[in-house]
């Protein structure tokens, strides 16, 4: 009988060993990903900055620059400060367990969030000048100024085509951080006064 306990236990101390050993690698693996795809934002968003950046034009119409439109120029940072947190998480994210603390893991989700918004924002109010500029306004008898500039706008719309790319990847990033958040902890509990329990917030 003894025996028979004694290889329960071994057996069972492999299998959870093996678990174990393959939970690391899937979590490796599900870390490697995170990272890469943390990283792809900082070359398409400093190649936005770039070709916004150098994007102007001079002709016999006048000449035209990013920084005479407010929606480029917000794009243009936009950019940069996407480049910046992206290499910046892609650091944090592949340490082993550095992004594993529930503050971390939060902060995480709450800046996946705000850079989907800034950079989504930054791309829509572009393409919104980039419209005016392709078609005009015949209401307000504004003419269209990319038959004038074509090459500025061919610019800007490459700039723009990249930063919704970009906007993808951070949808994508933002699913996972909400998965890792929602899935490995639970929901802050208060205090219920009348009945000296406590219960979940999200219950309420």
């Known amino acids: 009988m003894e025996k028979s306990a004694d290889h329960h236990k071994t057996s069972h101390a492999c299998s959870g ?4 050993e393959k939970w690391e690698e899937v979590s490796t693996a599900f870390r490697t990903a995170e990272t890469m795809l943390r990283l792809a934002p900082v070359g398409l968003c ?4 770039v070709i916004t950046l150098k994007d102007s034009q001079n002709n016999e119409f006048g000449s035209v620059s990013y920084s005479n439109l407010s929606a480029f120029w917000y794009l243009v940072h936009a950019n940069g400060i996407c480049a910046g947190y992206s290499l ?7 340490m082993r367990g550095s992004s594993s603390t529930m503050p971390r893991v939060w902060t ?3 800046l996946d969030q705000i850079l989907t918004y800034v950079v989504l924002a930054a791309g ?3 393409t919104e000048v980039l419209y005016l500029a392709y078609k005009g306004d015949n209401a307000i008898t504004w003419s269209d100024a990319c038959s004038s500039f074509g090459s500025f706008c061919h610019r800007a719309t490459a ?6 790319v970009v906007v993808c990847l951070y949808v994508i990033l933002s699913l996972i951080s ?8 639970d929901p802050p509990a208060t205090v219920d006064s ?5 219960v979940s917030v999200f219950g309420n």
């Open 194 to 198: 009348n009945k000296n329990v406590e």
């Open 178 to 185: 909400s998965y890792k958040l929602f899935t490995r902890f």
């Open 108 to 110: 995480f989700f709450c």
């Open 17 to 20: 060993g093996a678990a174990t």
């Open 46 to 49: 400093l190649a936005a900055l």
């Open 124 to 126: 829509a109010v572009s």
């Open 88 to 94: 910046l998480s892609a650091a944090i994210a592949a």
């Open 159 to 164: 700039s723009v085509i990249i930063t919704f």
